[in-house]
T-cell receptor, first 111, second 116 residues
Framework: DAKTTQPTSMDCAEGRAANLPCNHS???????VYWYRQIHSQGPQYIIH???NNETNEMASLIITEDRKSSTLILPHATLRDTAVYYCIVRVASGSEKLVFGKGMKLTVNP | GAGVSQSPSNKVTEKGKDVELRCDPISGHTALYWYRQSLGQGLEFLIYFQGNSAPDKSGLPSDRFSAERTGGSVSTLTIQRTQQEDSAVYLC??????????????FGDGTRLSIL
């Protein structure tokens, strides 16, 4: 019962910006957008999260549309090590706290 | 600082045996979660601890699965009478926050469980 839709896969050239889209048209006002990624044989790695304002950290930027129905994760200068499955998750800060993962999107960064 | 630590990293056991999987959360993190990832499947939630209490056990697939947490730190996931369908990567995550927070969860690298 993931509440997000992502493309199945995407390719990006090394050194270029990778723009990863996510649709969450049924998002509620108190739900945050989280991004994680999973590199083969490792646990999911937290990237960034936001509510309605754009966010930036050392890994990426998160752009959330004004109506909050979609967002884009931006990796400004993709490297081969950014090849992974990326998960966009919406989560309400509630008592259950669990993350509901969908199938994610496989990003392949090519040399 | 140290991240979430899980042990063992790999476990192979025979069908019908009991197994215990251990998770050491990040120091000071009050919330702890167990998930599992089966081959070709997504990550599915199993159980959530806040301190030593488990307010959400809704993801445990059967009564063969149980978990406990002691001292608000280490957690153990126990699977009794293992079945082949229990083969999966079991992931633990922790979060610094109390309830009703947007603090992110940080994951360990999991225990890969194989049931022969």
């Amino acid at each position: 019962d993931a509440k997000t839709t992502q493309p199945t896969s995407m390719d990006c050239a090394e050194g270029r910006a990778a723009n990863l889209p996510c649709n969450h048209s049924t998002i509620s006002g108190n739900e945050y957008v989280y991004w994680y990624r999973q590199i083969h044989s490792q646990g999911p790695q937290y990237i960034i999260h936001g509510l309605k304002n754009n966010e930036t950290n050392e890994m990426a930027s998160l752009i959330i549309t004004e109506d909050r129905k979609s967002s884009t994760l931006i990796l400004p200068h993709a490297t081969l090590r950014d090849t992974a499955v990326y998960y966009c998750i919406v989560r309400v800060a509630s008592g259950s706290e669990k993350l509901v993962f969908g199938k994610g999107m496989k990003l392949t960064v090519n040399p | 600082g140290a991240g979430v630590s899980q042990s063992p990293s790999n476990k192979v056991t025979e069908k019908g045996k009991d197994v215990e999987l251990r998770c050491d959360p990040i120091s000071g993190h009050t919330a702890l979660y167990w998930y599992r990832q089966s081959l070709g499947q997504g990550l599915e939630f199993l159980i959530y601890f806040q301190g030593n209490s488990a307010p959400d056990k809704s993801g445990l697939p059967s009564d063969r699965f149980s978990a406990e947490r002691t001292g608000g730190s280490v957690s153990t996931l126990t699977i009794q009478r293992t079945q082949q369908e229990d083969s999966a990567v079991y992931l633990c995550a922790s979060s610094p926050a109390a309830v009703y927070s947007n603090q992110p969860q940080h994951f360990g690298d999991g225990t890969r469980l194989s049931i022969l």
